[in-house]
């Protein structure tokens, strides 16, 4: 059952570092992109309405950490308290693993876990469910930000005048009311 723990922890670790990657390039590219169509944003936020809701619903959650979390969590505490650790890095490493714990994320104290060699060999298949949610969903937080359109645009080796104009019709500006709007507003 431990291999399978390892394999599991390892793969979040790499899925951690590609989602960290493609953050930044997605950033990268939305930078560009914003740079780029400037005037084509200013443009559809002068068509849009305001919508101002005011939703000032405060809900507080206290939920418990499931207890996956609780057990890596105290395995992590075990060695990186503070109060127990030799580790010169302890009080930082044990601050990161509260956070993630107070924070409900099972990639971060697997990470960690993995980091520090904790191996955790009392799971239920309900908890591996739940590291396999957590790998699935940096799966699709990686697919998500490779199909926005910052992406295509900062990724693509396509003509970019060509490009431009296929990103008009899917975000559907008019290009005769833009040219328009431009004249006007410039």
Known sequence: MHNRFKKLSLKIEYLSLELEEVDQLALEHLEKFSKDFCNEIAFIKTLEKEQKTDDN???????????????????LAKI???????????????????????????????????????????????????????????????????NTISWLW???????????????????IDQEQFSKWK????
């Open 80 to 146: 990186l308290h503070p109060d127990v650790s030799k580790l010169s890095n302890a009080e930082d490493e044990f601050k990161k693993a509260s956070d993630c714990y107070n924070n409900l994320d099972l990639s971060g104290l697997l990470i960690l876990a993995n980091k520090h060699n904790i191996e955790i060999l009392e799971l239920s298949e309900d908890e591996y469910l739940l590291i396999d949610d957590a790998l699935l969903e940096a799966e699709n937080k990686i697919k998500f930000n490779q």
């Open 183 to 186: 004249i006007e507003n410039q």
């Open 57 to 75: 619903n405060t809900n507080i959650d206290n939920t418990q950490p499931p207890p996956i979390l609780q057990k890596i969590y105290r395995n």
């Open 154 to 172: 900062g990724e693509s080796q396509e003509d970019k005048e060509i490009l431009r104009k296929k990103i008009y019709e899917v975000i559907g």
